[in-house]
């Protein structure tokens, strides 16, 4: 089974900061690779799949890059909205999820 | 509008049995695969079962295999996971989800359900 690693566990950034989120693979996914916003309560909002394409109605900011192991999310100027839980899956085979990233106000 | 709306949720002994259904709207049911995706408390997302969109292939995590079955009657536009001898790590929020057209086993979540709490313990 692939794994999904995500770092850091937790990231602590100032509103209007950039955040730069990462996560590896095991093994290469090609470019199937989703990102996901949790908040306290909800479920998981899709950001970003295949990579870097954004889903319907995620603002600009969000961006996702990588390919093969290696992916980043990046929020280019945190809004107070952003802080959250951050969840990478690969879907190249059986779904994994990354543990997650804690992004928290700093 | 795209919708899931689970039920069945609740306290469960060990070993005991529960089934949770997902309700859905806003689509062609019968023309996606379906899944569900379970999340312990403070932890994070876990895979646990997918089924075809016209029912005849199941998939399941290795944590559940032979415990858990799911199923879908696409008349009723509902899907079911049926738990069976469940423990206290079964313990969870479990989400409807559809993954993107054209995925059966895999794939992306684009509609997620509110979630229904399962508690198992005695």
């Known amino acids: 089974e692939i794994v999904m690693t995500q770092s850091p566990a937790t990231l602590s950034v100032s509103p209007g900061e950039r955040a730069t989120l990462s996560c590896r693979a095991s093994q290469s996914v090609s470019s199937n690779l989703a990102w996901y916003q949790q908040k306290p309560g909800q479920a998981p909002r899709l950001l970003i799949y295949?990579?870097?394409a954004r889903a319907t109605g995620i603002p600009g900011r969000f961006s996702g890059s990588g390919s093969g192991t290696e992916f980043t999310l990046t929020i280019s100027s945190l809004q107070s909205e952003d802080f959250a839980v951050y969840y990478c899956q690969q879907y190249n085979n059986w779904p994994v999820f990354g543990q997650g990233t804690k992004l928290e106000i700093k | 509008e795209v919708q899931l709306v689970e039920s069945g949720g609740g306290l469960v002994q060990p070993g005991g049995s529960l089934r949770l259904s997902c309700s859905v709207s806003g689509f062609t049911f019968r023309s996606y695969a379906m899944h569900w995706v379970r999340q312990a408390p403070g932890k994070g997302l876990e895979y646990v079962s997918a089924?075809?969109?016209?029912?005849?292939?199941?998939y399941y995590a290795d944590s559940v295999r032979g415990r858990f079955t799911i199923s879908r009657d696409n008349s009723k536009n509902t899907l079911y996971l049926q738990m069976s001898s469940l423990r206290a790590e079964d313990t969870a929020v479990y989400y409807c989800v559809r993954p993107t057209y054209g995925y059966e086993s895999s794939g992306y979540y684009t509609y997620w359900g509110q979630g229904t709490l399962v508690t198992v313990s005695s």
């Open positions: 295949g990579a870097s």
């Open positions: 089924i075809s969109s016209n029912g005849g292939s199941t």
